[in-house]
C-alpha cells in the first residue's frame, strides 16, 4: 500500500527558509519519480517541483525557480523540498506525490504559511 506522508510546515516570516520532507512506503521508491505540489485556498493545486528516480534531473515551476530545490534520499525513501526566500504567496498545502501504476497517489499535505 502507497504511503506518503509529509512534515515540515508551518509558520515563517518572509524571506525566510522551511524544509518540507516527505516519506514514502509501499513501492519501490527508487524507481519513481516523485513530485510536490502545493495549493493555497481557492485556487487549483498546482505543481512546485519534480525529481526523477535517480536524482539526476530536476524541474520547477517558474514561481519557485531560484528559490526552491527538490532533493530525494533514495536509501531512506524521503524527498525533501527546501524552501528559500519564501514570499507571502507561498502560502498553501503542500502535498508529495507519485505516479505509480496508473494512478497518482497524494499525501495529506503539510501546511506552509508565510506571513510576519
Known amino acids: 500500500q502507497v504511503r506518503l506522508v509529509e512534515s515540515g510546515g508551518g509558520l515563517v516570516q518572509p524571506g525566510g527558509s522551511l524544509r518540507l520532507s516527505c516519506a514514502a512506503s509501499g513501492f519501490t521508491f527508487s524507481g519513481y519519480t516523485m513530485r510536490w505540489y502545493r495549493q493555497a485556498p481557492g485556487k487549483a493545486r498546482e505543481l512546485v517541483a519534480l525529481i526523477t528516480a535517480t536524482g539526476t534531473s530536476t524541474n520547477y515551476a517558474d514561481s519557485v525557480k531560484g528559490r526552491f530545490t527538490i532533493s530525494r534520499d533514495n536509501a531512506k525513501k524521503t524527498v525533501s523540498l527546501q524552501m528559500n526566500s519564501v514570499k507571502p504567496e507561498d502560502t498553501a498545502v503542500y502535498y508529495c506525490?507519485?505516479?505509480?501504476?496508473?494512478?497518482?497517489?497524494w499525501g495529506e499535505g503539510t501546511q506552509v504559511t508565510v506571513s510576519s
Open positions: 506525490n507519485v505516479y505509480y501504476y496508473a494512478s497518482f497517489y
